[in-house]
């Protein structure tokens, strides 16, 4: 009894972080009765995180914006220009893959720093100053592939990061052996670092949750890690496209939740002027934030590039919308200060699983803007009354 | 018909808690000019708000009686609409806006709906000839000075047939050419028929405009004071002001020994340039290590702006002159550079620019010096809790919990909590600004007794307050500033609520 009732009250102290997973849950549950177990496949799967990683990356920068109650609307065609430029790189003046995605990243960072500085310094609106930024990166976009059109990459280092997979050393059963190999240390490394935290606490004797509804906890989050990995190892194993997406959202969630850094881009976001007062540096803190933008956009770029194969003179057109879409699916809130990087990718699997959804049941793209739509604004006013409730 | 214009009986407000309002009793007779007076506090503002319908009919007790009959009005428009007008001292022009849309804004002249500009700006010219204001009725708002501002207010409320005129503390902002300006046109008004209530600090206004002077104090009426029978006098002001006991909660601290300066200010002069005004005129002002120096003042006296240009000027105001921090010159350029030097300030407006209202207790407290919980940047979260919950602990912070946010506490908590964030960062000079205001006298008594903790612990304190109760209750030695200035300096065996008073209002 006492359980259920700990169980009980954790769920209404935390309904608006859970309320995401539970619509995931729902909507791939949905989906997959809808498609007799078709969505649930390990190749659809695959292919839906591959396609999700692009937007991914933007709308984990896009969240920390949108914290610091900014915005940023010229990450699409940034992220379409510095692909181009990196097919460029790549066939035009054959520099090699690995030398060619750190530029990209460095020239990312520049870009988004200048939008820093619009929007720091000289006080322009960030929906203005990136406004400005969609335009010109569109046009230079449309002019590094006047001549050439549609680039086609054949560098397959590179290539390999949009549609390659990690190797398997052997198969086994038809499954991915380092595949398996990961899950399981991934597993691990959560169940060590999930007790440790919890030994550290009662140190401190601090109050914990009961053990029971710890150990539920920590199975059933490594059941769904396993499963994931399980479905994965039976198609191709985990993608490059995934390593690179867990690999951002573990940095960005490890600084927005543990670091100083983390801390103060929330408080800026929370109340610039108080932040001020307490010594924060506001502008450092948008630069940072800007910065970090500019290079995720670059990252995606690269991750499209990279997936298409190629680079098109439409590249990188309405990233940012759905990067803003999938940043408010997952809880990030314009009055600024709230907003988290695990919402955020959530928000972004959300938003694909709807599409591939819909794709696999055939459903006209008319219908799923209108869908997508719904969605968006179906889980904006979910968040909006649960924090009335609380607030 | 009796010849008050207006009567309130029995006016009683209350506010979770708090008696804004007991009992008040206000007349004033058809066609004089009566001042309202009293301490910042004394309810001045919560009656005109009752008076105007802010407060709707039915949240307050008592009865308001306009030109003989009671009302109950339940917005604003309802209080024009029978001729009561209000002038805040904030004005609600909008500056983007020609002078005769701010004077008919809400008001328009229509003719089907449609606005006849041509009408208008006919109109516009008489209200402002009646006003004496000499600008094209073109001019946008934004570019003329406060006092021809004001007079657009009063335009403004005049084109709305009033028959009351409110000013709230009018001269406030304005230089003594445009005080005596409007002081005139007030007469003048006056000859019009139109009665007029002032607030006012400015005593020396009071004593050459006023017919009648009604103080309030506490949220009582003390006494109502007739021009005609020479009753309104500096003197007799100010005692009815200020005339009670400083009841005993200000805790005492028993050895008071006093170190070197902890900050020094040489000729420091300030001026903001959004404003277009020097804020902080050659003010020379020093704090000893384990002394409590109190800074008195009316609102807009240049208390804050004070405060903020030694807290790393966050206003960007230009400074000049030289500050010391332990006797060696320092330029403070961001409030980081402060807090480096030692200096904590607690701002007046904990909820504008104080605290993360949306964070919990433990990250506000943590938010000006992270670093002590933190090991190459990255946070040590039990650590915080552990730390935090100490400062919870010995500052009385009462809530369910250190995760809870800091807006849903109760004003007193919140104080504490913005207090507990500085005090996190171990200043050893406190810079408060109103430390008390809006809390209760528990709480109010609370904050003394860790004011008089952290002198015994070493650290030094600027308290700025409008309250003189606690600024005599708790101060060592006492400036007091008015127009950007130092006008005086008392120890505390000079200050005395006449005393300062005197200074302040200048």
């Given at each position: 009894?006492?359980?259920?009732n700990e169980a009980k009250t954790l769920f209404k102290d935390n309904i608006r972080d859970y309320g995401m997973y539970i619509a995931l849950f729902v909507i791939m549950l949905t989906f997959t009765i809808m498609t007799d177990g078709l969505f649930m496949s390990s190749r659809n799967i695959s292919n839906l995180l591959d396609s999700t990683g692009y937007i991914a990356v933007l709308a984990v920068g896009m969240t920390l914006v949108i914290v610091i109650r900014h915005i940023d609307l010229s990450v699409g065609f940034v992220a379409g220009?510095?692909?181009?430029?990196?097919?460029?790189?790549?066939?035009?003046?054959?520099?090699?893959?690995?030398?060619?995605?750190?530029?990209?990243?460095?020239?990312?960072?520049?870009?988004?720093?200048?939008?820093?500085?619009?929007?720091?310094?000289?006080?322009?609106?960030?929906?203005?100053?990136?406004?400005?930024?969609?335009?010109?990166?569109?046009?230079?976009?449309?002019?590094?592939?006047?001549?050439?059109?549609?680039?086609?990459?054949?560098?397959?280092?590179?290539?390999?990061?949009?549609?390659?997979?990690?190797?398997?050393?052997?198969?086994?059963?038809?499954?991915?052996?380092?595949?398996?190999?990961?899950?399981?240390?991934?597993?691990?490394?959560?169940?060590?670092?999930?007790?440790?935290?919890?030994?550290?606490?009662?140190?401190?004797?601090?109050?914990?949750?009961?053990?029971?509804?710890?150990?539920?906890?920590?199975?059933?989050?490594?059941?769904?890690?396993?499963?994931?990995?399980?479905?994965?190892?039976?198609?191709?194993?985990?993608?490059?496209?995934?390593?690179?997406?867990?690999?951002?959202?573990?940095?960005?969630?490890?600084?927005?939740?543990?670091?100083?850094?983390?801390?103060?881009?929330?408080?800026?976001?929370?109340?610039?002027?108080?932040?001020?007062?307490?010594?924060?540096?506001?502008?450092?803190?948008?630069?940072?934030?800007?910065?970090?933008?500019?290079?995720?956009?670059?990252?995606?770029?690269?991750?499209?590039?990279?997936?298409?194969?190629?680079?098109?003179?439409?590249?990188?057109?309405?990233?940012?919308?759905?990067?803003?879409?999938?940043?408010?699916?997952?809880?990030?809130?314009?009055?600024?200060?709230?907003?988290?990087?695990?919402?955020?990718?959530?928000?972004?699997?959300?938003?694909?699983?709807?599409?591939?959804?819909?794709?696999?049941?055939?459903?006209?793209?008319?219908?799923?803007?209108?869908?997508?739509?719904?969605?968006?604004?179906?889980?904006?006013?979910?968040?909006?009354?649960?924090?009335?409730?609380?607030? | 018909?009796?010849?008050?214009?207006?009567?309130?009986?029995?006016?009683?407000?209350?506010?979770?808690?708090?008696?804004?309002?007991?009992?008040?009793?206000?007349?004033?007779?058809?066609?004089?000019?009566?001042?309202?007076?009293?301490?910042?506090?004394?309810?001045?503002?919560?009656?005109?708000?009752?008076?105007?319908?802010?407060?709707?009919?039915?949240?307050?007790?008592?009865?308001?009686?306009?030109?003989?009959?009671?009302?109950?009005?339940?917005?604003?428009?309802?209080?024009?609409?029978?001729?009561?007008?209000?002038?805040?001292?904030?004005?609600?022009?909008?500056?983007?806006?020609?002078?005769?849309?701010?004077?008919?804004?809400?008001?328009?002249?229509?003719?089907?709906?449609?606005?006849?500009?041509?009408?208008?700006?006919?109109?516009?010219?008489?209200?402002?000839?009646?006003?004496?204001?000499?600008?094209?009725?073109?001019?946008?708002?934004?570019?003329?000075?406060?006092?021809?501002?004001?007079?657009?207010?009063?335009?403004?409320?005049?084109?709305?047939?009033?028959?009351?005129?409110?000013?709230?503390?009018?001269?406030?902002?304005?230089?003594?050419?445009?005080?005596?300006?409007?002081?005139?046109?007030?007469?003048?008004?006056?000859?019009?028929?139109?009665?007029?209530?002032?607030?006012?600090?400015?005593?020396?206004?009071?004593?050459?405009?006023?017919?009648?002077?009604?103080?309030?104090?506490?949220?009582?009426?003390?006494?109502?004071?007739?021009?005609?029978?020479?009753?309104?006098?500096?003197?007799?002001?100010?005692?009815?002001?200020?005339?009670?006991?400083?009841?005993?909660?200000?805790?005492?601290?028993?050895?008071?020994?006093?170190?070197?300066?902890?900050?020094?200010?040489?000729?420091?002069?300030a001026y903001a340039v959004h404003l277009g005004r020097q804020v902080v005129k050659d003010v020379n002002f020093h704090v000893k290590k384990g002394e409590i120096v109190g800074v008195a003042g009316l609102m807009g006296s240049g208390r804050t702006e004070l405060a903020l240009s030694i807290f790393g000027n966050p206003k960007f105001y230009k400074l000049q002159g030289e500050l010391l921090v332990d006797g060696v010159p320092k330029t403070l350029k961001h409030p980081s550079d402060a807090i480096r030097s030692g200096i904590a300030y607690?701002?007046?407006?904990?909820?504008?620019?104080?605290?993360?209202?949306?964070?919990?207790?433990?990250?506000?407290?943590?938010?000006?010096?992270?670093?002590?919980?933190?090991?190459?940047?990255v946070i040590n979260d039990n650590e915080e809790v552990k730390e935090t919950t100490e400062y919870k602990k010995s500052m009385y912070i009462k809530a369910s919990s250190l995760e809870q946010a800091v807006g849903n506490l109760s004003g007193g908590n919140q104080q504490k909590v913005s207090l507990g964030k500085w005090l996190f960062v171990g200043p050893k000079l406190l810079i408060l600004d109103e430390p008390t205001r809006g809390i209760d006298v528990g709480a109010k008594f609370e904050i003394y007794t860790i004011m008089n903790q952290?002198?015994?612990?070493?650290?030094?304190?600027?308290?700025?307050?409008?309250?003189?109760?606690?600024?005599?209750?708790?101060?060592?030695?006492?400036?007091?500033?008015?127009?950007?200035?130092?006008?005086?300096?008392?120890?505390?065996?000079?200050?005395?609520?006449?005393?300062?008073?005197?200074?302040?209002?200048?």
């Open positions: 009894m006492e359980f259920i220009f510095l692909g181009a430029i990196a097919a460029i790189l790549l066939t035009g003046m054959g520099v090699p893959f690995y030398i060619t995605i750190p530029i990209i990243l460095v020239l990312g960072i520049f870009v988004g720093l200048f939008n820093g500085l619009l929007v720091a310094k000289f006080g322009i609106p960030s929906f203005v100053a990136t406004l400005a930024g969609m335009l010109i990166f569109r046009g230079a976009l449309l002019q590094v592939t006047e001549k050439t059109g549609t680039i086609i990459v054949k560098d397959d280092g590179f290539n390999a990061i949009g549609n390659g997979f990690i190797p398997s050393i052997v198969q086994v059963n038809g499954l991915h052996l380092l595949t398996l190999i990961l899950g399981v240390l991934a597993i691990l490394l959560y169940i060590y670092s999930e007790i440790s935290t919890r030994k550290n606490k009662i140190n401190y004797q601090f109050e914990v949750v009961s053990k029971g509804i710890f150990i539920v906890k920590l199975v059933f989050v490594s059941a769904i890690i396993s499963y994931i990995t399980w479905i994965l190892a039976g198609y191709n194993g985990f993608s490059w496209t995934v390593v690179i997406m867990l690999l951002v959202v573990v940095i960005y969630h490890f600084l927005t939740t543990k670091t100083v850094l983390g801390r103060h881009i929330y408080a800026v976001g929370s109340n610039p002027e108080a932040a001020h007062l307490s010594g924060i540096n506001v502008n450092k803190i948008t630069y940072i934030v800007f910065g970090s933008m500019g290079m995720l956009a670059a990252l995606s770029g690269i991750l499209f590039t990279s997936r298409l194969q190629s680079a098109t003179t439409t590249a990188g057109t309405l990233f940012e919308l759905d990067a803003i879409a999938a940043a408010y699916v997952g809880g990030v809130s314009s009055a600024g200060g709230v907003g988290k990087i695990t919402g955020a990718i959530i928000g972004a699997v959300v938003m694909a699983s709807l599409s591939s959804g819909m794709n696999l049941l055939g459903v006209g793209v008319s219908l799923q803007y209108m869908i997508r739509g719904g969605v968006l604004a179906g889980a904006v006013i979910f968040d909006v009354m649960t924090r009335k409730k609380r607030g | 018909m009796s010849e008050n214009i207006l009567e309130m009986h029995g006016i009683s407000k209350e506010f979770t808690g708090v008696k804004a309002l007991s009992n008040v009793n206000f007349k004033v007779k058809k066609g004089e000019i009566h001042c309202l007076i009293g301490e910042n506090g004394a309810g001045k503002s919560t009656l005109m708000k009752a008076l105007s319908g802010v407060y709707p009919y039915g949240t307050y007790e008592g009865d308001i009686v306009f030109e003989g009959s009671v009302q109950q009005f339940n917005k604003i428009s309802d209080s024009v609409k029978a001729g009561i007008v209000i002038i805040y001292q904030e004005l609600a022009l909008f500056p983007d806006l020609t002078v005769y849309e701010n004077i008919f804004a809400g008001n328009e002249i229509k003719q089907g709906g449609i606005v006849d500009w041509n009408r208008t700006i006919a109109e516009a010219k008489k209200m402002l000839d009646k006003v004496k204001l000499d600008v094209n009725p073109e001019t946008l708002v934004k570019d003329l000075s406060v006092g021809k501002q004001q007079l657009v207010e009063i335009a403004k409320a005049l084109s709305k047939d009033v028959k009351l005129l409110i000013l709230d503390e009018p001269t406030a902002a304005l230089n003594e050419d445009d005080s005596e300006n409007l002081l005139d046109l007030l007469g003048e008004l006056k000859e019009q028929g139109i009665t007029c209530i002032m607030i006012s600090h400015k005593l020396k206004e009071v004593i050459s405009i006023a017919d009648k002077a009604t103080v309030l104090r506490d949220g009582q009426t003390i006494c109502t004071l007739d021009a005609a029978k020479g009753e309104i006098s500096e003197n007799v002001i100010i005692k009815n002001m200020v005339g009670r006991e400083i009841e005993d909660i200000y805790p005492k601290r028993p050895n008071k020994t006093f170190g070197d300066p902890v900050l020094e200010l040489r000729s420091w002069s607690v701002t007046e407006d904990r909820k504008g620019d104080g605290l993360f209202l949306i964070q919990d207790i433990k990250n506000n407290i943590s938010a000006a010096n992270l670093k002590r919980v933190a090991v190459n940047g952290l002198i015994e612990e070493g650290m030094s304190i600027i308290m700025i307050s409008s309250e003189l109760g606690e600024v005599l209750g708790m101060s060592d030695r006492v400036y007091v500033m008015a127009e950007g200035e130092i006008k005086g300096e008392l120890s505390i065996e000079e200050a005395n609520q006449e005393s300062i008073m005197q200074l302040a209002t200048q």
